[in-house]
Nanobody, 125 residues
Framework: QVQLLESGGGTVKEGASLRLSCTTS????????IGWFRRPPGNEREFVGV????????DVADSVKGRFTISKEIAKNTVYLQMNNLKPEDTAVYYC??????????????????WGQGIQVTVSS
């Protein structure tokens, strides 16, 4: 398992941008896929996107496609979730997670064994 820490959340107005970061200390992301998930108020946690640390595979959910992108900075052992044109329905606690899912199962939360504590993102209208 790896220790994960999210940062970059906050409260913004509709249409603004935020960039979330997911880092690990004392270990590396080598061999992992790093996923982003979110739990909107009163709802189940849902898949947002994922990126493989090794290789170029990355994907985001249809609900955020065109607005959210995932990237990595290997030198900083960090994965980013860039969120543009934020909407009130993006309000949620956002989590990063590390796992080794096969690519076809990349959205399955049970395949991620390490989770960050989560960070709040609030978008006001």
């Amino acid at each position: 398992q790896v220790q994960l820490l999210e940062s970059g959340g906050g409260t913004v107005k509709e249409g603004a941008s935020l960039r979330l970061s997911c880092t690990t200390s004392g270990s590396t992301f080598a061999g992992y896929a790093i996923g982003w998930f979110r739990r909107p108020p009163g709802n189940e946690r849902e898949f947002v996107g994922v990126i493989r640390w090794s290789g170029g595979n990355n994907d985001v959910a249809d609900s955020v496609k065109g607005r959210f992108t995932i990237s990595k900075e290997i030198a900083k052992n960090t994965v980013y979730l860039q969120m543009n044109n934020l909407k009130p329905e993006d309000t949620a606690v956002y989590y990063c997670a590390a796992g080794r899912p096969i690519w076809g199962s990349r959205s399955q939360q049970s395949l991620y064994g390490s989770w960050g504590q989560g960070i709040q993102v609030t978008v006001s209208s």
